[in-house]
C-alpha cells in the first residue's frame, strides 16, 4: 500500500483488502501478545528451564 | 458516550483534550519530577562518594543512597513520566476521552503508594540491597510489597491506555492507522506488560520469603526472571524516548517520519526483540548454556539495534526533511545550522538523540557481545552504559517534551526562559560527562557498586590505575554539573507550573510553542516520502565509522587480556 505524504495509508480502508502486515501493525492486541510471547518464550521460559536442569548438590 | 463539555480544543495544536487525560497527565508528570528529585540528590551523592577525593558517605548509607538513587530514578521517575506520555499519546493525540479515568485514578494512587513505601523501608536502612535486590540479600518486607503495588499501578496505567485505544477506534476519533508517537506509546506499554508481569512471577515470592512463608529463593532462578523485569524496564524507556524523539521533531518543526512503515517496523522489531538484551546481565553467570546467552544478546537483540538505527537515521532524517521543505537547502547542513538551537524542547531531543547513539547505544551492543563482555562485566562500564541511555537519553528526551507539556497541557508560561534555553546543554553535558568517565573506569577495571575503590581496608591489597581515580574525579565534577542541570530544571518547572504566567491569546502569538503544521504532524499518519537527505547521511556515516571503530578497539583490548601465545 503506498504512504501519502500527508494523510492516512493510500486507497479507502473500506473498499480495499489492507496487507497482512498493516493488519498486525494495527492491531495493538496481536502486538501485545507478540510482545509478550517472544520474551516469555526466547528468554524467561527456556532461561527458567536451564537453571532447573542445573544437578542438585550431592 | 464521549461528552462534548469533557473536552477543551487546545489553540495551538488544534487537537480535542480529555479533560481527565490533562488532569492525570499533570498529576502523573509532577510526581514523577519530584522522585526525580529526590533520585538526583541520592545519584549525587553515589558519585561523591565514588569520587575518591571527596568520598562522602560511610559504607551503610553510601549502600542506602544507592538503593534508593536506583528506585527513584530506573522506576519511579521514569515510569511515573511514561505513563503521562502514555495518556499524552493516547486520549490527546487521538482526540479522544480516556477510557476507565476512574481505575486511572487508581492506578495513580497504587504507583504513589507503592513508590512512597519503598522509600519508607530504604530510608528505615533496613532495605539497602541495592536496585536488583539480589537474594539471598534481603529487605524489609515493606520494600517488596512496595514495588508490587506500584507495579500493579503501573499495568492497570497501561490497561487503561489500551482501553482508550480501543475507544478512539469505536468512536473513530481518528481515520486510517494510529500515528507513529502512538504507535511508539504503544510499544512502550507491550513492553511495560512483559515487564511487569516478570516483576511479578519474582517479587511476589521474594516479598513472601522475606515474610519467612518461602524457606528458599535459587538465586540464579531470581536473576533470570528479575531480569526480565530490571532490564526490560529500562526497554520501556528506549521506547518511550524514541517516540517523544517523534513527536518533539513534529511539534517544533512539523516533522514528519521519512518512512511511516519503516519506523513503525522499527518499533515492531522493539516489541518482538528488545526485552531479550536482559540476557547481558547474566552473560558470566554459570548454568546457563551459551546457545541461550547468546541468541539472546547477540542473534536477537540485533534485530532491536536494527530497529534503533533505522531510528536513529529517520528521527534527523525527518528534521532535515522538514527543514529543506522550509527553504533551508544550501549544502548538506544549512538545515542544522539553522536549527531552532534555542528551544530546550528541540536541544535536548537532539542531544538526546546523539547522546544516545553514540554512547548507549554502541556501548550497548559491545556489552551484549558474550567475548566482550568480559572485559567490563559488573565494571563501572554497566552503570557508564545506562546512563548513557537512560540519563543521557531517556531523561533528556523527558526534560525536553516538559517544555512543551508545561505550555500545552498546565497552560503556563515558561519562567527564566534564559536559563531553559542553556539547560539541556548543562545537564546534557554532565550525563555525557557521568557516561564517558564511567565506561572508561570501568575499562580499566573499576567494579560497579563498590563503597571504596582504594580498598582501604582490605586484607588483601589491590591498586587500580591512576587513571581510574582520574575517572572517577571526572565523573564526580560531571554528576556536579548533571545535577546543576537537574535542579535548573526542577526550577523552571516547578516555578513554572506553580507560579508561571497563564498561557492566554497574546502569549501564544508572542511564543508559539508548535511550529507551521505541528499539530497536525504529530498526530496524524503520514511520511515525509523524500530521501533526499545529504546531511543526514553524512552524519550516519560518521555514526557507522565511530561504531565499527569502537568495535574493533574492544577486541583489542580482549586480545590483551587474553592474549594468544
Redesign the interface.
Known amino acids: 500500500m503506498a504512504e501519502t505524504p500527508s494523510g492516512g495509508p493510500a486507497g479507502d480502508p473500506q473498499g480495499e483488502r489492507l496487507p497482512p502486515m498493516q493488519l498486525l501493525l494495527d492491531n495493538p492486541f496481536l502486538l501485545l501478545f507478540i510482545g509478550v510471547a517472544v520474551p516469555a518464550v526466547l528468554y524467561t521460559i527456556w532461561g527458567v528451564m536451564e537453571v532447573a536442569q542445573i544437578p542438585v548438590a550431592q | 458516550m464521549a461528552n462534548a463539555a469533557a473536552f477543551r480544543v487546545c489553540p495551538e495544536t488544534g487537537l480535542k483534550v480529555c479533560h481527565h487525560a490533562e488532569i492525570l497527565i499533570k498529576a502523573n508528570a509532577v510526581v514523577a519530577v519530584v522522585f526525580l528529585a529526590i533520585g538526583g540528590l541520592f545519584g549525587l551523592l553515589v558519585a561523591l562518594t565514588r569520587w575518591p577525593a571527596v568520598h562522602i558517605l560511610p559504607a551503610d548509607l553510601f549502600y542506602l543512597a544507592l538503593t534508593a538513587h536506583g528506585a527513584d530514578v530506573l522506576l519511579f521517575w521514569i515510569i511515573f513520566f511514561e505513563i503521562a506520555v502514555l495518556y499524552f499519546a493516547s486520549a490527546v493525540l487521538l482526540n479522544s476521552r480516556l477510557a476507565a479515568p476512574k481505575w486511572a485514578w487508581f492506578a495513580f494512587a497504587l504507583m504513589l503508594v507503592g513508590a512512597l513505601m519503598a522509600n519508607v523501608a530504604v530510608l528505615q536502612g533496613e532495605s539497602s540491597v541495592m536496585f536488583t535486590s539480589y537474594v539471598p540479600m534481603k529487605a524489609a518486607p515493606h520494600f517488596y510489597l512496595g514495588l508490587i503495588v506500584f507495579a500493579v499501578g503501573a499495568l492497570i496505567a497501561c490497561f487503561v491506555f489500551?482501553g482508550t485505544?480501543v475507544i478512539a477506534r469505536q468512536e473513530r476519533t481518528y481515520?486510517?492507522?494510529?500515528p507513529l508517537v502512538t504507535?511508539g506509546a504503544?510499544?512502550a506499554?507491550?513492553?511495560a506488560?512483559?515487564t511487569i508481569?516478570?516483576g511479578a512471577?519474582i517479587l511476589i515470592p521474594t516479598f513472601l520469603w522475606s515474610v519467612g512463608i518461602i524457606p528458599h529463593l535459587?538465586s540464579?532462578?531470581y536473576k533470570?526472571?528479575w531480569w526480565?523485569m530490571g532490564h526490560?524496564s529500562q526497554q520501556i524507556n528506549v521506547s518511550a524516548h524514541v517516540a517523544v524523539w517523534y513527536a518533539i521533531a513534529a511539534m517544533v518543526l512539523g516533522a514528519?517520519p521519512l518512512?511511516?512503515?519503516v519506523s513503525?517496523?522499527a518499533f515492531?522489531l522493539y516489541?518482538?526483540?528488545l526485552?531479550?538484551a536482559?540476557?547481558h546481565h547474566?552473560l558470566v553467570d554459570p548454568?546457563?548454556?551459551s546457545s541461550?546467552k547468546v541468541?539472546?544478546t547477540s542473534y536477537?537483540i540485533y534485530l532491536a539495534v536494527l530497529g534503533s538505527m533505522i531510528h536513529g537515521m529517520s528521527v534527523p532524517g525527518a528534521i532535515e526533511a522538514a527543514q529543506r521543505r522550509r527553504g533551508l537547502t544550501q549544502g548538506a547542513f544549512d538545515w542544522l545550522r539553522r536549527a531552532p538551537w534555542g528551544n530546550p524542547a528541540f536541544s535536548g531531543m537532539v542531544l538526546s538523540v546523539i547522546m544516545f547513539g553514540f554512547l548507549g547505544g554502541i556501548s550497548g551492543v559491545v556489552l551484549g557481545t558474550e567475548q566482550l563482555n568480559l572485559i567490563m562485566h559488573n565494571t563501572l562500564y554497566v552503570p557508564g552504559h545506562f546512563h548513557a541511555t537512560v540519563v543521557a537519553g531517556t531523561t533528556l528526551a523527558f526534560m525536553a517534551i516538559t517544555y512543551l507539556v508545561v505550555p500545552l497541557i498546565f497552560r503556563k508560561e515558561i519562567m527564566f526562559p534564559g536559563m531553559a534555553r542553556w539547560q539541556p546543554y548543562l545537564f546534557g553535558l554532565g550525563a555525557m560527562g557521568i557516561s564517558f568517565f564511567m565506561m572508561g573506569a570501568g575499562t580499566l577495571g573499576v567494579s560497579r557498586r563498590h563503597w571504596d575503590m582504594t580498598f582501604a581496608d582490605a586484607v588483601l591489597k589491590f591498586e587500580y590505575p591512576p587513571a581510574a581515580f582520574l575517572m572517577m574525579g571526572l565523573n564526580g565534577i560531571s554528576a556536579l554539573l548533571a545535577t546543576l542541570g537537574g535542579i535548573m530544571f526542577i526550577v523552571i518547572v516547578v516555578g513554572s507550573v506553580f507560579f508561571g504566567k497563564p498561557r492566554d491569546e497574546a502569549a501564544i502569538k508572542r511564543n508559539p510553542v508548535i511550529g507551521p503544521s505541528g499539530g497536525?504532524a504529530v498526530s496524524?499518519?503520514?511520511?515525509?516520502?523524500t530521501f533526499n537527505l545529504p546531511g543526514t547521511t553524512i552524519l550516519v556515516a560518521v555514526f557507522f565509522v565511530s561504531f565499527v571503530l569502537y568495535y574493533f578497539i574492544n577486541w583489542k583490548y580482549l586480545s590483551e587480556v587474553w592474549p594468544l601465545r
Not at chain 2, 175 to 178: D, F, H, N, Y
Not at chain 2, 524 to 529: D, F, H, K, T
Request: aromatic letters at 14%; charged letters at 15%; glycine letters at 10%.
Open positions: 489500551f485505544l481515520e486510517g492507522s494510529i504507535f504503544v510499544t506499554a507491550v513492553i506488560v512483559y508481569a516478570s512471577i535459587d540464579i532462578m533470570v526472571v526480565g526490560s514528519k518512512s511511516e512503515k513503525r517496523t515492531l516489541i518482538a526483540f526485552q531479550l536482559s540476557a547474566l548454568g546457563i548454556s541461550w541468541f539472546n536477537a497536525a496524524q499518519y503520514g511520511g515525509e516520502a
